[in-house]
């Protein structure tokens, strides 16, 4: 059974730092991108960032490029969020998902997230 | 990295059908087909319903289908139960940040 485990989320005051982490079992970790989307209380889903299988590529929405760092431990199946320079829009649910991808020609397609965690609450305020 | 564009709510009684649509641009939905579809009950995560614009995952009920026309994908909900009262966002591959971007989401109401 597959299954994704989001912690360390909590209070932290605007300009702080927060690491996220998500365990992953039940899949070989290795094999799939994985990806954070946030959620803001009483509003939509938002994609945050994903990485490759490998760690070797990474993507970022525009609102958390140059502030948040997506990265992986293959050797551990847990995928991490490095957040700084938090602002209260990033008041958030944090999701944690795997997303299936189309590979071709060294292209790889996002698809769709096939499982999801149940998030951890990062609350940014003074 | 605009958000694809969803109605805010959409409604039908039971046993009708309802189709939500979901608006892009020629950057993702309307040059991919990899358009998803999620559903989310209050407090729960989401669920993927439909993938790659009309494929359903295994245990989805076929009342669900996709569709899509030029730059707009639609999700139909057939024969409506009470259990479809949730809300519903679409997703697409999108050639802004290589990966993906979320609709803004329907609540769906079932009167």
């Known amino acids: 059974e597959v299954q994704l485990l989001e912690s360390g989320g909590g209070l932290v005051q605007p300009g702080g730092s927060l690491r996220l982490s998500c365990a992953a079992s039940?899949?070989?970790?290795?094999?799939?991108?994985m990806s954070w989307v946030r959620q803001a209380p009483g509003k939509g889903l938002e994609w945050v960032s994903a990485?490759?299988?490998?760690?070797?590529?990474?993507y970022y929405a525009d609102s958390v490029k140059g502030r948040f760092t997506i990265s992986r431990d293959n050797s551990k199946s847990t995928l991490y969020l490095q957040m700084n320079t938090l602002t209260a829009e990033d008041t958030a649910l944090y999701y944690c998902?795997?997303?299936?991808?189309?590979?071709?020609?060294?292209?790889?397609?996002?698809?769709?997230?096939?499982?999801w965690g149940q998030g951890t609450l990062v609350t940014v305020s003074s | 990295q605009s958000a694809l564009t969803q109605p805010p709510s959409a409604s039908g009684s039971p046993g009708q059908s309802v189709t939500i649509s979901c608006t892009g641009t020629?950057?993702?939905?309307?040059?991919?087909?990899?358009v998803s579809w999620y559903q989310q009950h209050p407090g729960k995560a989401p669920k993927v319903m439909i993938y790659?614009?009309?494929k359903r995952p295994s245990g989805v009920p076929d009342r669900f289908s996709g569709s899509k026309s030029g730059n707009t994908a639609s999700l139909t909900v057939s024969g409506l139960q009470a259990e479809d009262e949730a809300d519903y966002y679409c997703s697409s591959y999108a050639d802004s940040n290589n990966f993906g971007v979320f609709g803004g989401g329907t609540k769906l109401t079932v009167l």
């Open positions: 998902a795997r997303a299936t991808r189309f590979c071709s020609g060294g292209t790889c397609y996002y698809q769709y997230f096939e499982y």
């Open positions: 020629s950057s993702d939905v309307g040059s991919y087909n990899y």
């Open positions: 039940g899949f070989t970790f290795s094999s799939y991108a």
């Open positions: 990485i490759s299988g490998g760690g070797g590529n990474t």
């Open positions: 790659d614009v009309s």
